[in-house]
C-alpha cells in the first residue's frame, strides 16, 4: 500500500485474531507496530483500555505514532434481561470507552504532529439489531456515532474511519459458537463463510495508507452481504 512503509502503526488487542493479522499485515508492509495488550509479548505495550490511566501511560511509553488500529474487544453472548452491572460495565467499558480513551490519547500526539489516521473496529451489530448481545451492539453503535464526530473535530489533520465486520472466524467468535452454530450462520451469508481474519487486515492496512487519503467519518461494512438484505429481499424479491 502506498505510504505505509516507515509508518509507526499502534494496533489494540493486536495479539489474536484480527488485531494479530493486522499486526503481521502491518509488519509485511514494513511499519513499525506496537501492539497494546493485557499480557506481556515481543512488541507489545501492555495495557488495560479500560482503564484510562493505563492508557495515558502505554501512550508515554510509545510517544508519537503515525496510525492507530482502534480493535480490541470483547463480548458475552446473554439475554439483555440477565445483563448485570458487571458485564455492561465490562463491554461498554472495553469497547466503547477503552476505544475512545485510545483514540483520545493517540489523535493528541497526532494532532500535535501534525497528521494521522485512526480507525475503529465497529461491526454490523452497530447497523442492525442481533438478540443476546444488547451490550455489545450498544458499544459498537456507539463506535460510529464516535467515528462521524471525532472525524469533523480531527479533521483535516486526522483522517476518522470505522469498519464494521460481519462474521470473522477468530477466536472471539469460535468461543461463543458451536460447530453447528457456525455452519447455520455460513448459510445465511450470501458469500456462503466467514471472513478471515486476514481480510480485515487488507481493509485496515488499506485505510491506514496513502490510497485512502480521501476517506473520513467513512463507516465501511465488510460482511460478505450479510446485512445487504432484509427480509422484504426473501429468496425472490418483495412478495415472492
Ligand atoms: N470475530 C468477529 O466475528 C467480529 C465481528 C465484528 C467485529 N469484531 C470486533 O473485532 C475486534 C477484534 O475481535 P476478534 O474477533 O479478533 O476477537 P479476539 O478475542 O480474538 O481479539 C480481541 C482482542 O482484544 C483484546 N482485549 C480485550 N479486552 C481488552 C482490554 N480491556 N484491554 C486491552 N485489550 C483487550 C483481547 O486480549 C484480544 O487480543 C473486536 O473489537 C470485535 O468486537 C469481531
Redesign the pocket.
Known sequence: MKGLAGKRVVI????????EATARRFLDEGCDVVV???TPGPGVVQ????DRSQVEAAFETIGSLDVLID?????VRNPAVDIDAAQWNRVIG??LS?AFWVAQAAAARMLAAGGGSIVF?????ALVGYRYYAD?NAS?AGLVALTRSLALEWAPTVRVNAVC????L????EAEYTPEMLAQVNERIPLGR?AT?EELAGLFAYLASDEAAYFTGSVIVMDGGETAGSLVSGPGGPGA
Open positions: 489494540t488487542g493486536g495479539t489474536s485474531g484480527i488485531g497494546l495488550a493485557r495495557c488495560d483500555v479500560s480493535n480490541a474487544g470483547v463480548s472495553t469497547n477503552g473496529t465497529a461491526s454490523t451489530n455489545y459498537k465486520p460481519g462474521y470473522v477468530t477466536p472471539m467468535q466467514h481474519p
